[in-house]
């Protein structure tokens, strides 16, 4: 492990992080859901959330493209680390420690089972009222109950498909009874042959006034998955040919602009498998602060 050198002049990232809301700044929760016990690809338990937490000190807070310091302008207030994350009442407990919480919400997976945990929780019984995009190679309708199943289960528990978008899915990684059953869903699914070329904040944008002409809110699924493999060897499901490193940055940062966005989850990494230079992980990391900058640019705008 290489250790940072202290620079006074040189904020890094992980200072951003507070236990509670203090001052002006505006403020950003974030909450670990480390699930992995239903996952249909084997992986193991280390802890993403952890991982990402940790790769922030290798990045600053200065903002080279708005010339500010994310520091002076939003604070990310940590509520940890949900425990037994695949237990029961997690939908529950998880409610309970995102009661009064600031929002936007960041939430940490875990592989896909906390997007259906994480929606529950913070939809409450308005689940009807909120709207769902997914960035994923994956439509997660399987049967049963898994990571590859939160999206059908959201269905099942009141979301309605017409407040459903889903983004960049692969070939050769769905099967085609799942597709028919997104299809009756009514919610709009758009492949990864149809991003290419395209502006990914022009893409955010069309679906957020897609999911929520209404101005309901929103929460958005970043799958790190749907990244090209050479960008995220920690997703165990990523395949050759997915969307760019500077895709998912751009993703995050157009989805932190949009305010009817009221949470975002990255999932699916497992530490365990990244390579050596930690690059998934380092990448999940500044997707995290390309949404804290996005939330910045709301906030001043």
Do not use: K
Not at 281 to 294: D, K, P, Q, S, W
């Amino acid at each position: 492990m290489v250790v940072m050198a202290l620079d006074a002049q040189w904020q890094p990232a992980s200072s951003l992080f507070t236990s509670h809301e203090l001052g002006e700044r505006r403020a950003i929760s974030v909450v670990g859901v480390p699930t992995f016990a239903t996952s249909l690809t084997p992986r193991s338990d280390r802890s993403a959330p952890r991982a990402i937490r940790a790769a922030l000190d290798r990045f600053s807070t200065y903002m080279y493209s708005l010339d500010a310091d994310l520091a002076d302008l939003v604070q990310l207030v940590d509520l940890g680390d949900l425990e037994d994350p695949d237990g029961a009442d997690i939908i529950g407990r998880l409610s309970t420690v995102l009661a009064g919480a600031p929002t936007p919400l960041i939430v940490l997976g875990g592989d896909n089972a906390a997007t259906h945990h994480a929606l529950r929780a913070v939809s409450g019984d308005r689940l009807d009222q909120w709207a769902l995009i997914t960035f994923d190679a994956h439509l997660d309708v399987r049967d049963g109950v898994s990571n590859g199943s939160p999206v059908r289960q959201l269905v099942d528990a009141g979301l309605d498909g017409a407040n459903l978008t889903q983004i960049g899915l692969a070939d050769f990684s769905n099967s085609g009874p799942y597709a028919a059953r997104v299809a009756n869903y009514g919610s709009t699914v758009v492949p990864r042959a149809a991003l290419r070329g395209r502006s990914m904040s022009a893409v955010v944008t069309e679906a957020c006034d897609r999911v929520s002409p209404d101005g309901r809110p929103i929460y958005v699924d970043l799958d790190m998955d749907v990244a090209d493999r050479s960008v995220v060897p920690g997703c165990p499901a990523a395949a050759p040919g997915g969307l760019s490193a500077d895709d998912l940055r751009e993703i995050s940062r157009a989805c932190g602009r949009d305010h009817r966005v009221a949470a975002i989850d990255f999932t699916e990494i497992d530490p365990a498998r990244d390579d050596a230079d930690e690059r998934t992980v380092r990448l999940a990391a500044l997707c995290l602060l390309e949404f804290a900058a996005g939330v910045a640019e709301r906030t001043n705008s």
